[in-house]
């Protein structure tokens, strides 16, 4: 399996390509970073961050995406900013018919290091380290986004499997509807 994993924000917008599978050693494709200019206009940085994610899924063909899912900050600005990232994001991955998979820092923490609560020095150690690579990656947006890559990658499997209980009870429900009427 092929995930990119996008860590979103304004500034800095994490991408990151992972390959594997669950239970086996993984391989990070690429990582970097889509940034775009502080001073510039709201579209414009979206139509930047938007065109660097098309040219990212070009480029590196993932199977799935997987992006962090906003959760409430402090700053209004900050988190309106990380919002409308993922977005774009998400809309740059469904133009293509790419399935797209939301997950919270802690799910993605969780995942990485055994505990919702790491830092990033710990998110991007874990990382090295899963990825054999020979430093961290820099800047903490680009570990975090190849964290969500390998979040999903060992997560997809047990979420597949719950997706397909779920309809099967549904479709089980659906037909002891019609034998009872």
């Known amino acids: 399996m092929r995930v990119l994993g996008v860590d979103p924000g304004l500034t800095r917008c994490g991408v990151g390509v992972v390959e594997g599978v669950a239970g086996r050693p993984l391989s990070m494709i690429a990582v970097g970073v889509v940034r775009t200019p502080a001073d510039a206009e709201l579209g414009q940085r979206l139509v930047a961050i938007e065109q660097g994610i098309e040219q990212w ?56 290091t055994g505990s919702g609560r790491a830092d990033k020095a710990q998110v991007g150690a874990m990382v090295t380290r899963l990825l054999r690579l020979d430093a ?15 979040c999903h990658i060992w997560r997809a499997p047990a979420v597949n499997r719950l997706q397909q209980a779920q309809a099967a009870h549904r479709r089980a429900q659906l037909s002891s509807r019609k034998v009872t009427r």
């Open 57 to 112: 899924l070009d480029e590196h063909r993932p199977e799935h995406v997987a992006v962090e899912r906003v959760f409430s900050q402090h700053n209004v600005r900050t988190v309106m900013g990380t919002a409308q990232a993922s977005a774009v994001a998400m809309l740059c991955a469904a133009r293509r018919g790419i399935p797209v998979a939301l997950h919270t820092p802690s799910e993605v923490k969780a995942a990485v």
């Open 136 to 150: 961290p990656p820099k800047p903490a947006d680009a570990a975090d986004a190849l964290a969500l890559a390998i």
